[in-house]
């Protein structure tokens, strides 16, 4: 049996048409000989009409209810779909998180999946049915409902996916798979044959929003291959594995940006041990993700702590920072929303010392100024005003060549 | 632990005001004491909104998948009430028809309950939660969801007051109980303090559409109080028991009138042994109930067969009594559907024969001809022309002075 899980996301199936359409593309799979999961969202807006319909009776409402509400989205979408199939002549059924054994743990509205159950997947499968799951649900383990946060729905099908040993986790977008930068902002952006785990989980990361980071690392893991294909055409997408094949010659794979950002300084800090614990643990404890972080000493004793978030937090986050700022004795609290993040992303990057320096050499060619630098094994981020953002990714995919690549698709 | 189950239909829970308002009424009855257990159905319109998505998609699903769709409605009311409640700060718990151990036979879409597992609904009690359960919905033994048809949250309510042993089962509408006739037609009608269930049962068949007959059958069976109450106000409602307390004098309580009423003649069948089986069991096959049944035999080995169904019907039973007529060589079908019915329900009518003659004089005195009479042991009923239905209940009404007995609560 040859297995093959494909993931639709809220768009793919936001009205009659599309879902229509979808449970084509379903069946064809389906007669092409595969034993096919379909993994689906919520159609459309669906999951942002119920949080508003929550907020009318709770401000605050608690999580597991949130989740009985939300789970809702997702079980429409997965009979509507099995209904469309069922239209074309195929044997389909549609499974609850709860009814294909995702069993998750306790923390509601972000629930991580624990174990997989596959004995009634199997089941249908065995009897030759299309099984259509509702994605982002499971339960925890006294049978109540969980849902696994924001584009949760990728982590379900990676998750079935490695629990069935299936040969491939198609992820369908709007897009034609994974490009070396955002074609709205890069026209010679192209799109990437094939790209490793770990450069996906940086694209992923650094704002490229095809694929849930999680679900890449789930997938890493269990080394599932992953498709990203458009559900609008039958292009063969951008596929996710352990290491490139044809795109192997490339230093950088991609161009990554992402406005979503501000950068945060908290001035004159006494530089001690214990500084940077005290002022991170607390932000951790509220749940604000910190990006990059710079400790510059300028003078004796003294410190700059810079670091970034996303601007959803922003509030949030100068409630502590002065407060903690008030408690070390340190200076004023400086926060600048005008700035973004451009990064290169690519393995090859960790033997060949030069690539950053490249980076930077093509940021100064534009006169762009660095505010903030941060590097990992595979991929360099820099901090610039948003304003010179977008000639940043063009002087940077120029630069690494990204376009003159030739396609092995052509 | 005195435990008392709610049940509030779709209007009553139609928007965030009307779950609100729910959500203080049954914080009161917590703070009143009580074990609270409430079952909620979808809000307002939308199982007809979710039947609409599904006809864009397959104009014929199956059941199973369309249970699947459905369910969901109750499951997003039950999250909601939840939220409203936890709002007012009271400890509350929703659960699914699977959560709360409804387990029903395999017939998707009007299946039975057969069982219900109370093991997690005490524990939630126990614990002094409030739990609010989504109503009209079960899982067969496959973990499958089933809904229990129309009107199903009635059932869902008599099924777990049984289960726990419920000292009252609550049935929350938007008038004040139930009334010895319709009010829109008989402004004299007044609301009864108390009523017998097989009373119950034939009102709700006839058409005084608070209950839905099958949880009245459920609740005699198994001995649970109902009381039909109206959710805008705080007055007594109606009991349904055993025996009448209160009400015990009454030799009716009450007339009943349904419009949506067809006269089905099949004229001239031979009169010989199997002809009614033959008739019956058809229409019986195609799911189509047929109420009043007359044979007149107007000449030898030949009779007429005259049944009353309801209009909804009429083109189907068109089609299969014109088929019939031929088989057994009969002769035309005449269908009206301009006839209404009329009844008068009382457990005190079984010991008193002259109840129906004074019935037909109330109707004659009105010179409204009767053109098919049915009778049961606590009812009388009459096929009549539509256009007399207002008069012939007002006129009913008054035979047997139902505005002229005290109200016990006056």
Redesign the interface.
Known sequence: MRVLVQKYGGSSVKD?ER??AV?ERVVKAYKDGWSVITVVSAMGDTTDE?IA??K????K??R???D??L??GE??S???????I??LGAPV??L?G??VGILTDDVHTKARIKHVDTK?LQEELNAGRIVIVAGFQGVNSR???TTLGRGGSDTTAVALAAAIQAEVCEIYTDVDGVYTADPRIVSTARKLTDISYGEMLEMASLGALVLQPRAVEFAAMNQVRLCVRNSYNYHPGTLVQEERQVEKDMLVVGVAHDTNVAKVAILSVPDRPGVAYNIFSRLAVEGINVDMIVQTNKELNVTDMVFSTSRDDVVRVREIAEAVAQDLGAGDVLIDDTVAKISIVGAGMVSNPGVAARMFEALAEEDINIQVISTSEIKVSCLIAEEHIKRAAQALHRKFQLDAVKSMEA
């Open positions: 009659a879902i229509k449970a119920l319909k929550a009318q009776v709770n401000s409402p608690a597991r209810e949130m009985m509400l789970s809702t079980q429409v997965i009979a509507l779909l099995a209904m469309a069922e239209a059924i549609s609850t709860q009814q009634r049978n109540d409902i």
